[in-house]
C-alpha cells in the first residue's frame, strides 16, 4: 500500500533493519528468520565469507575496490575508506524508510566505522534511527575495546536511541562457567530482543496501539540510550509473574533502570482475556518506580497467547553532564564530520572505562592517553579453547569486582521463535486438540 | 482445426504463489507453456493474512509467468483452501412425471437442481456441485438415465462449500490486480484432476496435497469423487515442531527439514548429529538427529492418521485399490511413501502432471499440481462457455465430464 513514503503519515511504517560487520549480519539474519513481519533487511560488510553467509536479507559488500570482499581485521581506516567509498550507496539503501534499525558489533572495523554513517545517512533522509550494538568482552584487548567505544559514542551522536548490550555483562550475569557460544547466543538474544520488542510494538495489531508516533516523540534527537525488556507471565495471576520477571530482568537493573528513564513504553499482548486490572498491575508497578516519566501503554488483544506477554522499551536520555563538548554539534555537521573523528587516541584504556551498564553513558566523558595498540583478535585467530579461557579469566576477575551483584539470567522465552509462524492464523483445534502445539509434545515425547 | 485457447491456473498458497499457463487445445490436451513463482509472505495455513504482500506477490508471479510463456494474461482460475472449506455428500430425488416414465433431461436438470438445495450453515457458500451417479429406481450406478424409463430418479453429488468471507477473500484480492477471476477450484480438487488417470480414478485413488500450510486430500472410486477434505496443518507444522523442539529459529528449523528431514525413524540416526557450528546464528550448536527424525515422523504421521481416520469414517477406505497418491513440497520428504504406505496399509506413490505436457519442470514438481490441475479444471469449464452451447446440455457437460463421469 504505502510505498516508499518519505515523511510518515499513518499506516504501516516502513522499517528496514540493516546489520553491519560480521555481528551486524549474524543479527540481522536471525531477524529476518525469526520476524518481525513486514520489516526489511539488510547485510553489509566489507568481508565476502561473512555475506555469503546470508539467506534471509538483501546482501551488500562494502569496498569494493578496499579491501574487495576481504574485512578490514579490525583497522579502523581501512574500514572508513571502505565505507566511505561506499556513501551513495549507503545513501540509497536508507531512503524512503520511516525507521531503521543500525546494527552492529564494536570493536571490529566495519561495523564500528560504517553504523555511525549509515545512521547519520539515515536521519539525513528523515528516518527515526535506532542503534543496537554489541561491544566486546574485556579480554578482547585494550584495542578492541577502545575503537568499541569510540565507535558506540558515535552511533549514539548519530542516532535518536542505541540499545547497547556490552557481552561482557554476559559474563557477568552467567558466570564464568559460560561457553563462549553460550555468551553470544544470549547477548545476540537480548539484541534481537530490543528489535523485536520495538517492532512488535509498532507493528502488531492492537487494542491500544504504541504508534510510531509516541516512539518518535519518545526518542527523537535525544541521542539516549535504551533497552528493552520483553518477558512473559503465565499462570493463575500472570500479571504478577511477569511483572516479578520484569523487575528481575538485569536490564531493568533493579528498577534502577525505570527510574532513570525519560520516556518508557509498554506494550502488552495477552489473548482475548487481557483485562484492565491486568494492565493496570504492570502500568502501575512501572509509575511507582518512574513516577514523572512519560509513559505510553499499548496492547494488542486477540491472538491466542494463554501468557501474558510485556514488552517495556526504557529510553535513558543521556546526561548533559556526561556530554562531551563536540555532542553539541548539530546532527547534520555531525553527519559530514562523524568519519574523520580520530576516536583511537581519545579514551581511557578498557580496564577503568565503564560502559558496561545498560544505560549508563561513561565512555566519552573522561579522556586518557595510552600508547599500546595491540593488534584486534579477528574471531578466527583465536581458537575456541583460548577463547573459553579468556572468557573464564575475565569472568574471574569481573566476579572480584562485582560480587554484590551477581543477577541471574533471564533466558529470553523462545516462543518468540516457535510460535510466531502461526500467530496472525486462527488455531488449528481439531476434535479439541490444539494441532498447532507441536505433536511429539502432545503425545508427551521425551527428547534425551 | 488448432483453435487453442489460453487458461491460466493461480495457486495463492503458503509458501509459493504459483501461476502456470496452458494452452489449451481444442480436443483438451492441456499443454503448459509457461510458469511464474513468487515467494509468498502473507499467507497462513492457506488463506490471507496479510493483502498488500499477497498482491505484490501475486503480481510477480503473473508478469513471470507473462514473460515465459509470451502472453498477457487477463483472466485466472483461482484455487481456495482454508480450514473452514467443507467436502460432504448429498442427495437429490425427483419423480418422473411424464406420462410414458421416460427419463428426459428436463428430470435430469431437476434432480440436479434438488442436489444442490442444501442446507448450508447461512455464511457458507458452496463451491462445487460434483455429480457422482444416478439411481433409478433404486438400481445403483446409472451413469446417463436419460432414455431410461423410472418412477424416481436420484442424483448423489459431492459438495465442497466454504466460508462465504473467507472464500471472497483471494477473490477480491485478484479482482483487484485487474484480473478477472474465471472460477474457483478447491485446491484438493485440482491437485487431483491433475494427477490422476482415468484408470486409476476408476479403481480407486487418494490424493494427499502436503502444502506448507494446508493439508488437502480427495478420494475417487469408480470414476467419480467420492469425498473432499483440509486440514489446516502442513509443512510449516513440522518447521514449527522442529524449531520448538530443536531450539533453532524456524527459518533455520526448515532448512534442517529440507537438508536432514525424513518421514521415518533411522534406528541409527540417534548416534548421529548434525553440526551447526559453521552456522552463524547459533554457533556450535549440535542438532540430535534422532531428535529432528522424531519430531518429524509424530508430525507426518498423524496427519497422514487424521486423514486415515476420516476416510474409515467415510467407509471409503477398501475402495482404493490404486492406493495413495503424494503431491505438494511435503512429498519431497524422504520415506513419506513408505510413511504413507504404513498408515493407509495401501500402495504408495508420488504423482506426475501424467494428464498433460508441456514444460517438464512444472510436470515433475509436486508443488506444481495444483495450479496445473486448475488449468484442467478451467480446460473442462472452458467446454461449456457459451460459442460451444450449440452441443446443448450445458451443465450436463459441466458435470458429467469435468469429474471423471465420462470423457
Ligand atoms: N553480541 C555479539 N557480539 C559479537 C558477535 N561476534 C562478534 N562480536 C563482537 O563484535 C565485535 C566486532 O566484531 P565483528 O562484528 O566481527 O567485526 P566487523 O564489524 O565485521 O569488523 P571487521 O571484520 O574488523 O571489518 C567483536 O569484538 C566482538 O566483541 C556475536 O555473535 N554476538
Ligand atoms: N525436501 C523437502 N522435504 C520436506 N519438506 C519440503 C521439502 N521441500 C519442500 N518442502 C515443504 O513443502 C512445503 C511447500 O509445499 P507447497 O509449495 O506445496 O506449499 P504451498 O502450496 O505453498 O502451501 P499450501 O498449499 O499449504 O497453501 C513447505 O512447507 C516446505 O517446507
Ligand atoms: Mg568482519
Ligand atoms: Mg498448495
Not at chain 2, 506477490?57 to 487477463?74: F, G, K, L
Amino acid at each position: 500500500m504505502t510505498e516508499n513514503q518519505k515523511t510518515f503519515s499513518g499506516g504501516e511504517p516502513v522499517i528496514r533493519l540493516i546489520g553491519l560487520g560480521e555481528t551486524g549480519v549474524k543479527l540481522v539474519e536471525t531477524l529476518a528468520m525469526i520476524g518481525p513481519e513486514g520489516v526489511e533487511s539488510h547485510s553489509l560488510d566489507t568481508d565476502n565469507r561473512s555475506l555469503s553467509r546470508c539467506h534471509q536479507s538483501k546482501t551488500l559488500l562494502l569496498g569494493q575496490a578496499i579491501p574487495c570482499g576481504l574485512g578490514t581485521g579490525g583497522d579502523v581506516a581501512l574500514a572508513r575508506a571502505a565505507v566511505e567509498s561506499d556513501r551513495d550507496r549507503l545513501a540509497k539503501l536508507v531512503e524512503g524508510a520511516n525507521l531503521v534499525f543500525v546494527i552492529a558489533g564494536m570493536g571490529g572495523g566495519t561495523g564500528t566505522r560504517a553504523a555511525s554513517l549509515v545512521a547519520c545517512l539515515a536521519k539525513e533522509s528523515g528516518a527515526l534511527v535506532v542503534g543496537v550494538a554489541a561491544t566486546p568482552f574485556d579480554c578482547e584487548g585494550t584495542r578492541r575495546c577502545n575503537q568499541a567505544t569510540g565507535g558506540l559514542r558515535d552511533l549514539k551522536q548519530a542516532s535518536d536511541v542505541v540499545f547497547h548490550f556490552s557481552n561482557q555483562d554476559v559474563v557477568q550475569m552467567t558466570g564464568a562457567d559460560t561457553s563462549l557460544n553460550n555468551a553470544l547466543e544470549i547477548a545476540n538474544r537480548h539484541l534481537c530482543e530490543s528489535v523485536l520488542g520495538v517492532s512488535r510494538m509498532l507493528l502488531e495489531p492492537g487494542l491500544l496501539n504504541v504508534s510510531f508516533g509516541d516512539l518518535q516523540s519518545a526518542v527523537q534527537g535525544r541521542q539516549s540510550l535504551g533497552s528493552v525488556i520483553h518477558v512473559e507471565g503465565s499462570g493463575e495471576d500472570r500479571a504478577a509473574t511477569a511483572v516479578e520477571k520484569m523487575l528481575a530482568h538485569p536490564a531493568a537493573r533493579g528498577g534502577e533502570a525505570l527510574q532513570e528513564a525519560s520516556a518508557i513504553l509498554v506494550h502488552l499482548s495477552g489473548g482475548e482475556q487481557l483485562s484492565l486490572a491486568e494492565m493496570n498491575k504492570v502500568t502501575e508497578e512501572i509509575k511507582q518506580h518512574a513516577s514523572a516519566v512519560d509513559l505510553v501503554v499499548g496492547a494488542s488483544g486477540p491472538g491466542r497467547d494463554e501468557a501474558l506477554q510485556v514488552t517495556v522499551v526504557i529510553a535513558h536520555q543521556v546526561k548533559l553532564t556526561e556530554v562531551e563538548p563536540d555532542l553539541s554539534a548539530s546532527i547534520e555537521s555531525q553527519s559530514s564530520e562523524v568519519a574523520n573523528v580520530s576516536f583511537t587516541e581519545t579514551f581511557m584504556p578498557s580496564g577503568e572505562t565503564s560502559y558496561v551498564g545498560l544505560g549508563e553513558d561513561s565512555g566519552g566523558s573522561r579522556r586518557g592517553g595510552f600508547a599500546y595498540t595491540p593488534p584486534a583478535p579477528t574471531s578466527e585467530a583465536i581458537t575456541p579453547e583460548l577463547k573459553d579461557s579468556l572468557i573464564e579469566a575475565a569472568a574471574r576477575q569481573e566476579s572480584d569486582r562485582k560480587k554484590r551483584k551477581k543477577i541471574t539470567q533471564e533466558m529470553l522465552p523462545l516462543e518468540i521463535v516457535s510460535k510466531g509462524r502461526f500467530e496472525k492464523s486462527e488455531p488449528t483445534i481439531h476434535k479439541g486438540e490444539d494441532l498447532d502445539q507441536p505433536t511429539y509434545i502432545r503425545r508427551g515425547m521425551v527428547l534425551n | 482445426m488448432s483453435d487453442t485457447q489460453i487458461i491460466v491456473g493461480l495457486e495463492i498458497g503458503t509458501s509459493k504463489v504459483c501461476v502456470a499457463v496452458g494452452e489449451v487445445s481444442d480436443n483438451q490436451v492441456v499443454n503448459i507453456i509457461g510458469l511464474g513463482q513468487s515467494k509468498s509472505r502473507g499467507v497462513r495455513k492457506g488463506e490471507i493474512v496479510d493483502a498488500s504482500l499477497v498482491e505484490e506477490d501475486v503480481r510477480n508471479a503473473i508478469v513471470e509467468a507473462e514473460h515465459m510463456a509470451d502472453v498477457e494474461i487477463r483472466s485466472v482460475f483461482l484455487g481456495v483452501s482454508g480450514s473452514h472449506m467443507r467436502g460432504f455428500n448429498n442427495t437429490g430425488v425427483h419423480p418422473v412425471v411424464s406420462a410414458d416414465r421416460e427419463i428426459t433431461d428436463a428430470d435430469i436438470q431437476d434432480v440436479i437442481k434438488n442436489a444442490k438445495a442444501i442446507n448450508l450453515p447461512s455464511d457458507h457458500s458452496v463451491v462445487h456441485v460434483i455429480r457422482q451417479h444416478f439411481r433409478v429406481d433404486g438400481q445403483d450406478g446409472v451413469l446417463n438415465p436419460e432414455g431410461m424409463l423410472g418412477a424416481k430418479i436420484e442424483v448423489d453429488v459431492h459438495v465442497v462449500s466454504g466460508r462465504y468471507n473467507r472464500l471472497q477473500n483471494p477473490i477480491r484480492l485478484v479482482s483487484g490486480l485487474h484480473l478477472e477471476v474465471d472460477n474457483i477450484a478447491f485446491n484438493g480438487l485440482a491437485s487431483s484432476l491433475a494427477l490422476l488417470s482415468t484408470e486409476q480414478k476408476e479403481l480407486g485413488t487418494l490424493v494427499i496435497d502436503l502444502g506448507a500450510g494446508t493439508t488437502e486430500y480427495a478420494i475417487y472410486s469408480a470414476g467419480v469423487i467420492k469425498h473432499t477434505g483440509v486440514l489446516a496443518v502442513g509443512g510449516d507444522h513440522v518447521s514449527n515442531d522442529l524449531a520448538y523442539g530443536l531450539k533453532v529459529p524456524l527459518g533455520r528449523a526448515e532448512q534442517l527439514k529440507i537438508d536432514h528431514g525424513s518421514a521415518i525413524i533411522d534406528p541409527e540416526a540417534n548416534n548421529r548429529s548434525v553440526d551447526l557450528s559453521t552456522d552463524s546464528v547459533i554457533p556450535g550448536k549440535k542438532i540430535n538427529l534422532g531428535h529432528l527424525q522424531m519430531i518429524m515422523s509424530m508430525r507426518l504421521q498423524e496427519t497422514f492418521e487424521l486423514i486415515a481416520k476420516d476416510i474409515e469414517q467415510a467407509g471409503l477406505i477398501d475402495y482404493l485399490r490404486a492406493g495413495v497418491v503424494l503431491c505438494g513440497g511435503g512429498a519431497r520428504t524422504p520415506y513419506i511413501t513408505r510413511l504413507a504406505r504404513d498408515v493407509f496399509n495401501l500402495p504408495a506413490a508420488i504423482g506426475r502432471s501424467s494428464t498433460v505436457s508441456g514444460i517438464k519442470n512444472a510436470l515433475d514438481e509436486p508443488e506444481f499440481a495444483t495450479p496445473v490441475g486448475l488449468i484442467k479444471f478451467g480446460a473442462f469449464q472452458s467446454q461449456t462457455t457459451p460459442r460451444r452451447e450449440g452441443f446443448g446440455r450445458v451443465i450436463r457437460k459441466q458435470f458429467a465430464s469435468l469429474f471423471g463421469g465420462k470423457k
